[in-house]
């Protein structure tokens, strides 16, 4: 792949005519308008939150009355909530490893080895990533029943490993095509078997893409929820997404409570986002891929 | 030490594991003990009871997985232990699980001795195909007092029966006393009555009927169901959700022409929000009144101002019948120990197990009439007065019939309630065709 | 690269586990869906075959033909609100007016909640006494107040609305990265030949962009036939079914009423209607040098 002109996209400064500037005023109210309007609603998500049900009712959303106090986290933490996580991190980091090693091992061979119908293979696993997912979800149910691991953590993460195993393999694959093969060949000649290859040379130089895979990657498997959904049934196994319905069905149209347990969720995620947002994005954009 | 082995667990193998070695164990314990016994009912309580202490009678349960609370199955197993000597496996796994492996629990060659399960059609479907343990001599040894709404529901096409039922709740239909008083109104007995009760509410301000159908669209069915009960009677309702009646004809129609009269007195909001917010009103003195299950949840503040009333008489020679779902054992024909899960049945048909299983849910009856008066709360015990005094008891309609013919239904009747679009033709024609579908399928 | 001969093994093991996942773990339950839908099943007891039987049914369930419908609106809005609607907001962004960079988070944020947070949350939102009905109390525009989740003629747009809420960010950002990367000497030419900013965008920028908003379309496509999340915990599928689609369909049909050959069935219809974009999309993924 060629890489294209990367020269900062910046309108360069000169005699900047009204009706530009005009439009550009413009579009700051527009746009500041239009991101208040986008925050608002995680805003009063948080706010609700904060507020007790009981006054919720009598002053409605919109207000500050009753006063804010966390607990409905501390209601919802011990409702449920901690186990919900717990159950998803048990989920997601080990079918995030699994996947990340796996991938590379994939994108590997087939980018730098003559594998015969190399293109087919690849062609096979993205396609993998591209079906419905409402497509696998009896044959899992059944499939994990007949194996005895129902309602188990291990059904769930062995259908993630699966079903990502086409697009991060895509990943790896089209970035190591793009290494220097040099580094490959004076391997090769001190006489190093594919193993260490792999190991001692490959993997080091694979982190920004297996960076971004593990923060999309995290991401996607954490906020799954057919899968656990079609595999899991019992609450102490639940994920936080399926966790989630579940305290509505416990909680219903207390609010406040549910608001807590969202945000509680989104955590995770955002603390991703925050933290590290540069690979988030660099693995949304390559491939452009959901 | 407690010999309950207690599992919780959704997978099937961990029964089929179990069950096995048990089987062979208990067929030989039977061999060995009751080979010279006669089969009948009259065996005399110590040899029966020689047999079970080394028989191990298993009982698949269920949970909804309420964090924090124990399944009370365990407690009344380790009650049976201590005082029979007896052993007991309890299995409980969550409900949802329960329910797709049900078939498979009965029709496994090592099935679980004892399961609980809802009374209703689909464990009658089990009666009448044969695959249930026949438990007459339980009922006619030890619950003879039973209500014969009860031992109805409990008796399949040729007289016996299958069931053991162990709690119930009642439906009706729940109002504040002091809003009645402040009002000026009166418990309304006939349809007539109850029309101009809602209308005077309407002119009152107030939202007559409270409801929410939002994720629960089943609230409308209960509508539904107590007017069919009401203008055709139970058998033709049963018949209707067994697909035998079409849901176009004269009796269909007969119940919507009455279910018009009070459309207007529904709650607007009914499709948009979830039942328990549909109650709101109801405790905000905001709406009059509504028809619901016992398991109404009552804040403390108004313990004592909640009450209901019977759902009105429409036909007076229609005899008063009551929709009750109640929970109870069955077992299966192929279980390995028949003497000893029935007589464990016999220990939860007492009134001391049944009080485990309705402890802290103040709705729940049991199923035993001899459960002292002051142990259930005034509501409570007019519920249960309320059911004791009906001709003959229902389940529901999801459980009269099947999950899947409810979904059309609790559709149907949701909408109308919600004033959706739609005539009533359509509304019935799209029922009847989903009805006749699900009975196609179930009958291929 | 050469492969040694002692590395054959080692070759095979990198390469094969992961195949063997894809093709044990996905394109197998594929198939057995595949065959599935020719079933009448109900998991337990033994299954019939009736051939094309489902889906014929299927074409006279008149719940079918409402979720395909449904299917459509959201295809059409969700498709067109999104795709649209994330490429403007990439092409303002990227003339850098002032605070570019709070607005990108602002409309970024969103992803960071799965779809089943943005469900609750707009389920909270457009509640009876929710945010958007204080909203518009608030501004003075009572008598659009309603009951945006229990009115059948309103509610798919009310969950498309979420929908569109999260997705907007994720494309945005994909152009904003398609944007910095079109070739900024051509933009400079056709800037010297005197052409205004819409000639510059239909000319030299949108056909640059072409191949980002070829696969922005792909995914989209593919993403509005199997959504399932944000209905699923907006609406279930109601009131009264009225925003059920394929994939909750599908769900109910298998989970609810166990007729595992009449869901898979529907399980194929969906994978038959993404399949023509799966294929566009996958051709233009793998490049042709690999032989």
Same mark, same amino acid.
């Given at each position: ?206 982190? $920004? $893409? ?81 | ?7 919780? +667990? ?33 065996? &005399? ?68 001795? /004892? @399961? ?20 007459? #001599? ?57 029309? &101009? ?60 022409? +009455? ?68 929970? /109870? ?6 279980? #390995? ?17 049944? @009080? ?62 919600? +004033? /959706?679009?739609?005539? @009533? ?20 | ?60 369930? *008149? ?20 795709? !649209? ?7 303002? !962004? ?61 509610? !798919? ?53 072409? *191949? ?26 109601? *009131? ?32 038959? !209607? ?12 793998? *490049?042709?040098?690999?032989?």
């Amino acid at each position: 792949m060629t890489r294209k002109t990367v020269l900062p996209n910046r309108p360069r400064k000169r005699n900047v005519p009204l009706t530009t500037k005009l439009v550009r005023a413009l579009l700051v109210v527009v746009m500041s308008i239009m991101s208040v309007a986008w925050l608002l609603p995680v805003a009063a998500t948080v706010l609700t939150s904060l507020r007790s049900f009981d006054s919720i009712l009598t002053d409605g959303f919109l207000s500050l009355a009753g006063g804010l106090s966390f607990d409905n986290f501390v209601k919802v933490w011990n409702g449920g909530a901690y186990t919900y996580m717990l159950n998803s991190f048990a989920i997601t980091i080990p079918a995030l490893i699994a996947l990340l090693i796996l991938a590379s091992m994939a994108g590997f061979v087939l980018s730098r080895f003559e594998i015969p119908f190399a293109r087919g293979i690849m062609l096979v696993m993205l396609a993998g990533n591209l079906l419905p997912q409402q497509i696998l979800l009896i044959p899992y149910n059944k499939m994990a029943e007949s194996l005895g691991i129902f309602d188990t953590h291990f059904a769930v993460i062995i259908a993630h490993v699966g079903f990502q195993m086409g697009f991060f393999t895509f990943i790896t694959y089209n970035f190591i095509r793009q290494l220097p093969i040099e580094i490959f060949e004076a391997a090769r000649i001190d006489g190093c078997s594919l193993w260490r290859i792999y190991f001692n040379v490959l993997l080091p130089v694979l982190r $920004p $893409p297996l960076a971004a895979l593990g923060t999309l990657g995290f991401a996607w498997i954490y906020n799954d929820l057919l899968f656990a959904l079609a595999l899991i049934r019992s609450t102490e196994n639940m994920p936080v997404t399926v966790g989630l319905l579940s305290l509505q069905g416990q909680f219903v149209s207390d609010y406040t409570a549910l608001s807590a347990s969202a945000l509680i969720s989104a955590v995770p995620t955002i603390i991703l986002f925050i933290v590290l947002q540069r690979q988030f994005v660099s693995g949304l954009t390559v491939g452009s891929v959901k | 030490m407690s010999k309950v082995r207690y599992k919780e +667990k959704g997978s099937e193998i961990s029964v089929r594991n179990v069950a096995a070695p048990l089987a062979v164990l208990s067929s030989i314990a039977l061999l060995a003990g009751c080979a010279t016994a006669p089969a009948t009912v009259a065996t &005399s309580p110590a040899t029966v009871a020689a047999d079970c202490a080394t028989t191990t009678v298993s009982i698949q349960t269920w949970n909804v997985g309420e964090s924090g609370t124990e399944d009370p199955m365990i407690s009344v197993a380790e009650e049976y232990m201590a005082s029979t000597g007896n052993d007991v496996e309890v299995n409980s796994v969550n409900v949802e699980v329960f329910r797709s492996q049900l078939p498979t629990y009965i029709s496994s060659n090592t099935p679980p001795d /004892g @399961l609980k399960w809802l009374a209703g059609s689909t464990s009658r479907g089990f009666a009448e195909e044969g695959s249930l343990l026949d438990v007459s #001599d339980v009922w006619a040894n030890n619950m003879s007092d039973y209500p014969a709404g009860l031992k109805a529901l409990s008796t399949d096409s040729t007289g016996k029966q299958y069931f053991i039922p162990t709690n119930y709740y009642w439906w009706g239909v729940f109002y504040r006393p002091s809003l009645f008083e402040e009002k000026g109104y009166s418990v309304p007995e006939t349809w007539e009555e109850f029309t &101009s009760l809602a209308k005077k509410m309407e002119s009152d301000k107030l939202t007559p009927i409270a409801i929410g159908t939002s994720g629960a669209e089943w609230v409308a069915t209960a509508w539904f169901d107590y007017l069919n009960l009401r203008i055709n009677g139970a058998q033709f309702h049963r018949e209707l959700l067994q697909g035998k009646h079409s849901f176009t004809g004269p009796e269909v129609r007969a119940v919507f022409d +009455k279910f018009a009269e009070i459309q207007p007195y529904f709650d607007p909001n009914s499709a948009g929000q979830e039942w328990q917010a549909g109650l709101q009103p109801l405790y905000n003195k905001a709406a009059g009144m509504t028809l619901m299950g016992g398991f109404l949840p009552i804040p403390e503040e108004m313990a004592d101002d909640i009450d209901f009333f019977a759902f009105p008489t429409i036909d007076p020679s229609i005899p008063r019948v009551e929709e009750a779902p109640t929970d /109870g054992f069955f077992a299966s024909a192929n279980t #390995d120990a028949p003497e000893c899960t029935k007589e464990f049945f016999a220990y939860l048909s007492t009134a001391d197990a049944q @009080l485990k299983f309705i402890e802290g849910r103040g709705s729940q009856i049991a199923a035993n009439p001899s459960v002292p008066d002051d142990y259930y709360s005034d509501l409570t015990r007019k519920g249960r007065d309320h059911l004791a005094g009906a001709a003959d008891i229902t389940q529901f309609y999801d459980r009269d019939s099947s999950q899947e013919f409810a979904t059309p239904a609790n559709a149907a009747n949701a909408k109308f309630i919600a +004033k /959706g679009k739609g005539s @009533l033709e359509e509304i019935l024609a799209e029922w009847q065709a989903a009805a006749e579908r699900v009975i196609a399928e179930q009958t291929k | 690269m050469r492969l040694f001969r002692g590395d054959r093994f080692a070759a095979i093991a990198l390469l094969g586990i992961p195949l063997l996942f894809e093709v044990v773990w996905v394109m197998w339950p594929a198939i057995q869906s595949i065959g599935i839908s020719t079933l009448r099943w109900n998991g337990t007891s033994d299954a019939t075959f009736i051939g094309g039987e489902n889906f014929t049914n299927l074409l006279s369930d *008149p719940l079918f033909m409402t979720a395909l419908g449904n299917n459509a609106k959201w295809l059409l809005v969700f498709g067109v609100l999104s795709v !649209l609607g994330g490429l403007a907001l990439a092409l303002v !962004l990227h003339e850098q007016i002032k605070g570019w960079k709070i607005y990108r988070s602002a409309f970024f944020t969103p992803i960071a909640v799965s779809f089943v947070v943005t469900g609750f949350i707009w389920k909270w939102m457009f509640a009876p006494s929710g945010v958007v009905n204080s909203g518009l109390g608030a501004m003075g525009l009572e008598k659009f107040v309603t009951n945006w989740l229990g009115d059948e003629d309103l509610v !798919l747009w009310a969950v498309i609305v979420a929908a569109v809420w999260r997705q907007v960010g994720y494309v945005m950002i994909l152009f904003l990265a398609a944007l910095k990367s079109v070739d900024v000497s051509t933009i400079e030419a056709a800037t010297v030949d005197g052409a205004n900013y819409w000639q510059r965008l239909r000319n030299v920028v949108l056909p640059a962009l072409a *191949p980002s908003v070829a696969t922005v379309v792909a995914v989209t496509v593919i993403d509005s036939m199997r959504t399932f999340d944000i209905v699923w915990s907006m609406t279930q599928g109601g *009131p009264f079914n009225s925003t059920q689609v394929l994939s909750t369909l599908m769900w109910r049909e298998a989970f609810g009423n166990y007729n595992l050959g009449y869901a898979s069935a529907i399980a194929v219809v969906i994978l038959l !209607l993404t399949l023509v974009f799966v294929i566009l999309y996958l051709l233009r993924a793998i *490049p042709k040098e690999i032989k």
